[in-house]
């Protein structure tokens, strides 16, 4: 509810903000005339701004203070898209028309509507498998894009060398990319937080400088070029028949990820996770084997970035180290934190808002990580389960009471 207070304290907020960026945003000094410009517009445009944002982030803050008190009365927080999954009415519906949009889009949309799209639903498939680390096994994995440079860096030299093609390729690169993953795995099952970042980080930047410097092996900086596009046997494409192709082929390994990360998150497995993250000794005293635990997480994890990895250098037919910088890791990271770690359709959702609106707007591409910063922030600050956050089961046990029990004893 609108006070005096507030609007007395947002109302001071946008005086003193006035006051500290005036030689900056109204003083100008044309050094070549040596004439002032006062540009009293631009005081009034942050007066004004900073108002509303400060009236803004009190009336969030508030909210967050009522749905803290309600959380703890015994009530939950659900965001808009927990709502609507819930609603089996609107659910089903809404999946069906977005599946018919999924499937009509490469013949309606351009081209180069179709690769945004392809590098959409790739990075959902990184998203997922990074999911599995963090957001299940609770396990700070900053290396994450080595296992997609293993994938690629499969099918180029393998086809390069032997001639492989796409499809012998797709889980061989999978198969090297989780081989990769208990490699990694070995040294940190000691580690946690802060030193498994660092340690996860480290591997991932010695795989790109191996691949950067070891000019034998991987052709260094100059990469490989043509590598062949996935491709039906015997059918000629053309380049845009290929790209629709690809297109359909990636939405069906997203398919089959999201099924296999969920029935894997439902599984005996996916609640060791669970118990790992939340608590890493008592996971432990319950009897839960905490070597084999995490290096399975880490493995299947690494099996999509593999094959993420094979179906980048084929979407690209071109691959060098300068694709798999650290940046990589960290917008894969966002995605998880920012869609909601533990959550499919957290990863999904988030990977649109990264990947998908920039691409969208890329008139304001000079304001990108200012609005990437500011998103999250308040995500943090508001939302920090993320845009859809994994809802916690629970398991109730549905005793023989004793009265049946004696019944049937008898």
Not at 170 to 192: D, K, M, T
Not at 371 to 399: C, D, H, N, W
Request: with cysteine.
């Amino acid at each position: 509810m609108l006070t005096f207070t507030e609007i007395k304290r947002s109302f001071l907020v946008s005086v003193w903000f006035m006051f500290l960026t005036f030689p900056i945003m109204v003083i100008r000094v044309n050094t070549i005339e040596n004439v002032v410009i006062w540009r009293w517009k631009n005081m009034l445009f942050v007066g004004a701004g900073s108002f509303v944002l400060s009236f803004v982030w009190r009336f969030l803050m508030r909210r967050k203070e009522v749905g803290s008190k309600d959380a703890e009365a015994g009530g939950t927080s659900k965001s808009i898209f927990q709502r609507f999954m819930e609603e089996k009415r609107l659910y089903y519906p809404a999946l069906g028309a977005i599946s018919v949009i999924v499937v009509l889009f490469p013949l309606v949309f351009s081209m180069y509507q179709v690769n945004i799209m392809i590098s959409g639903l790739t990075y959902v498939m990184l998203g997922l498998g990074l999911n599995i680390v963090i957001g299940l096994a609770g396990l700070l994995d900053l290396g994450y894009v080595a296992f997609y440079a293993v994938g690629a860096y499969a099918y180029a030299l393998l086809n390069y060398h032997f001639g492989v093609s796409f499809w012998i390729a797709l889980p061989i690169g999978a198969g090297l990319a989780a081989l990769f993953g208990i490699i990694l795995g070995f040294p940190v099952l000691r580690l946690r937080g802060d030193y498994l970042a660092i340690v996860t980080l480290g591997f991932g930047e010695i795989i790109r400088l191996i691949l950067e410097n070891w000019n034998e092996f991987s052709f260094g900086p100059s990469g490989i070029a043509n590598i062949p596009r996935p491709a039906i046997p015997g059918i000629e494409f053309t380049l845009h028949q290929n790209t629709i192709f690809i297109y359909y082929l990636v939405v069906l390994l997203v398919v089959f990820t999201i099924f296999v990360v969920n029935r894997l998150q439902d599984s005996r497995i996916g609640r060791a996770w669970i118990a790992l993250r939340e608590d890493e000794v008592a996971c432990q005293a319950m009897g839960i084997d905490k070597t084999k635990t995490k290096l399975t997480a880490f493995a299947l994890g690494a099996t999509w970035a593999g094959m993420a990895g094979v179906v980048f250098a084929g979407k690209t037919t071109f691959i060098n180290p300068a694709s798999f910088t650290i940046w990589e890791s960290v917008m894969i990271l966002c995605i998880v934190v920012l869609g909601g770690m533990g959550s499919i359709l957290g990863v999904v959702v988030g990977a649109g808002f990264l990947i998908l609106i920039p691409e969208y707007f890329r008139a304001f591409s000079e304001y990108r990580m200012l609005a990437f910063g500011a998103a999250l922030i308040l995500m943090m600050v508001f939302r920090p389960g993320g845009i859809v956050s994994g809802m916690r089961k629970t398991y109730q046990f549905e005793g023989i009471e004793n009265g049946e029990a004696s019944d049937k004893k008898a």
